[in-house]
Structures are given as structure tokens and as C-alpha cells.
């Protein structure tokens, strides 16, 4: 007789990693915390001595950047651990969101918050990778549904360096790096810009 394949984790399993998973949230929530609380004190001393040094003020401004994107990732991670115990809870932990079938103990200690098995992610990332060569396909080949990139520069002129112009002579032409392009007929201009002189 033929064994089952295993639907879900037993109850046991599940406390098991349900107890991993608390332990990592109540990491995360600290980190989280240690974080917001050096945002604050950025802000309350970093922002409010402005007007010395360019350089200082501009990294006081680039560690709050780095100190916000961090709060931000270990937010998101602490909610895909919060869905992870409520997967636990509906006993659907564990099993990859693509192949339905369960996702390895050994990867779930690792990743506790995984929805996917190795298998399902590879899957899911040859699906990402064959939908965005159709859309760059379907752009080359010029699809129906997509606006043509404009023909023209998109300003009025272009500057052009070192452009030719012809002089009063007729024949001889001398080099200005002062030229511009009409972008609409494309007709050369010398600038006044040199005009004081």
C-alpha cells in the first residue's frame, strides 16, 4: 500500500516553528525599535545644529536616509512573520504558494516566513523571467498597445558641440561649439552670447 503524500505540517510541527517564529519577531521588534529610536535622536539633534558645515549636514541627512530604508525592510519582515503565525493558525504553514506541496523543514528554520519551496521559487522566477523577455520582445517588435518613442528630441533645441559653420565666404567653414539645433526644421544658429566683447 501506498503512503499519502503529507498535506500539512502535524500540530507538533507547527508549535515548533511557531515558537521560532516568535522568537525571531521578538528580535526583529527590537532591532525595529533600536532603529525608530536613532531616527528620533537624528532628528532631535542632528537637524537642529543646520547652517555649519555642508558636508556634515548632508550626511546627518544621508544616515537618516539609510536609517529609514532599514525601519521600512524591518517592518516588512515583521509583518511576513505576523502572516507567517497566522498561517500557523489556519494550518496552511508551510505549504508553497506554487507547487502546493510542502516546503522543506530544514528551509522554514531558515526562512521561517518563506511561502515558497526552492522548487516553487525557481518556478516562479522562470515565469518573472520569461514575462519580462515577452515584454521587451512585444517593445522592439513595436506592439500595438504601446505608444512609438518620440522621432524628435524632446526640447526645442539640441546643442550641438563643435557643429561646422559656414562663414560669410561661402566656401570655408569654421568650428563653433556654440551651436544649437533647431529640434523643429533643424536650421543652425550661432548664440550672442559673446556679443560684449
Same mark, same amino acid.
Given at each position: #500500500?501506498?503512503?499519502? @503524500?503529507? +498535506?500539512?505540517?502535524?500540530?507538533? $510541527?507547527?508549535?515548533?516553528?511557531? #515558537? ?8 526583529? %521588534?527590537? %532591532? /525595529? ?15 537642529? &545644529?543646520? =547652517? ?14 539609510? /536609517?529609514?530604508? #532599514?525601519?521600512?525592510? &524591518? ?9 507567517? /503565525? ?5 494550518? *496552511?504553514?508551510?505549504?508553497?504558494? +506554487? ?11 531558515? +526562512? @521561517?516566513?518563506? *511561502?515558497?519551496?526552492? $522548487? ?9 523571467? &520569461? ?10 517588435? =513595436? ?5 512609438? @518613442? ?7 533645441? +539640441?546643442?550641438? @558641440? ?17 551651436? #544649437?539645433?533647431?529640434?523643429? =526644421? ?12
Amino acid at each position: #500500500m501506498a503512503q499519502e @503524500p503529507t +498535506v500539512r505540517y502535524s500540530d507538533e $510541527e507547527l508549535e515548533e516553528f511557531r #515558537m521560532l517564529i516568535l522568537d525571531k519577531l521578538a528580535k526583529a %521588534e527590537e %532591532e /525595529l525599535a533600536f532603529t525608530q529610536k536613532q531616527i528620533d535622536e537624528l532628528n532631535e539633534v542632528g537637524f537642529h &545644529q543646520q =547652517g555649519g558645515d555642508w558636508y556634515d549636514d548632508s550626511s546627518a541627512h544621508t544616515d537618516l536616509e539609510l /536609517l529609514q530604508r #532599514m525601519a521600512q525592510r &524591518q517592518q516588512r519582515h515583521i509583518q511576513d512573520l505576523k502572516n507567517a /503565525l497566522l498561517r500557523i493558525q489556519n494550518k *496552511t504553514y508551510g505549504i508553497c504558494t +506554487v507547487t502546493g506541496k510542502l516546503i522543506d523543514k530544514n528551509r522554514l528554520r531558515l +526562512v @521561517p516566513h518563506a *511561502t515558497k519551496s526552492l $522548487e516553487g521559487k525557481n518556478i516562479a522566477n522562470a515565469q518573472r523571467t &520569461q514575462l519580462a523577455g515577452e515584454d521587451t520582445k512585444a517593445l522592439l517588435e =513595436g506592439d500595438s498597445d504601446r505608444p512609438a @518613442p518620440p522621432t524628435r528630441p524632446i526640447g526645442d533645441r +539640441v546643442r550641438l @558641440p563643435n557643429t561646422l559653420l559656414s562663414s560669410e565666404a561661402g566656401d570655408e567653414w569654421e568650428i563653433s561649439s556654440e551651436t #544649437m539645433e533647431n529640434a523643429e =526644421g533643424y536650421t543652425t544658429q550661432k548664440l550672442d552670447d559673446d556679443d560684449d566683447e
